[in-house]
């Protein structure tokens, strides 16, 4: 089993960046694909970007590609999202999720969530 713990949202200025944190505890944390979620107010939850087990590959919501970075340090149980020219419409909470199939951009293929970490871009 893996618990997950976001950290790093806060508020920021359009354009700004923010660079968000999931620490897994467990030791199994290398054995699953990590993904990266976010839900608007009124909103259903939406696929940001996923990153396999060795760090290999990433795949991303195609709207998102080219401002945000998902990546992960295995040693440290951490995984990140480096989000870049953020835009009022990023305002989100952010949830981290662990699942055993990579390439997964719903969120019914994630076994276990983090509680999320609340995002705010001012215009």
């Known amino acids: 089993q893996v618990q997950l713990v976001e950290s790093g949202g806060g508020l920021v200025q359009a354009g700004g960046s923010l660079r968000l944190s999931c620490a897994a505890s467990g030791r199994t944390f290398s054995s699953y694909a990590i993904g990266w979620f976010r839900q608007a107010p009124g909103k259903g939850r939406e696929f940001v970007a996923t990153?396999?087990?060795?760090?290999?590959?990433?795949y991303y919501s195609g709207s998102l590609k080219g401002r945000f970075t998902i990546s992960r340090d295995n040693a440290k149980n951490t995984a990140y999202l480096q989000m870049n020219s953020l835009k009022p419409e990023d305002t989100a909470v952010y949830y981290c999720?662990?699942?055993?199939?990579?390439?997964?951009?719903?969120?019914?293929?994630?076994?276990?969530w983090g509680q999320g970490t609340q995002v705010t871009v001012s215009s």
């Open positions: 999720a662990a699942g055993s199939v990579f390439w997964a951009d719903i969120p019914e293929s994630y076994d276990y």
């Open positions: 990153i396999s087990w060795t760090a290999g590959s990433t």
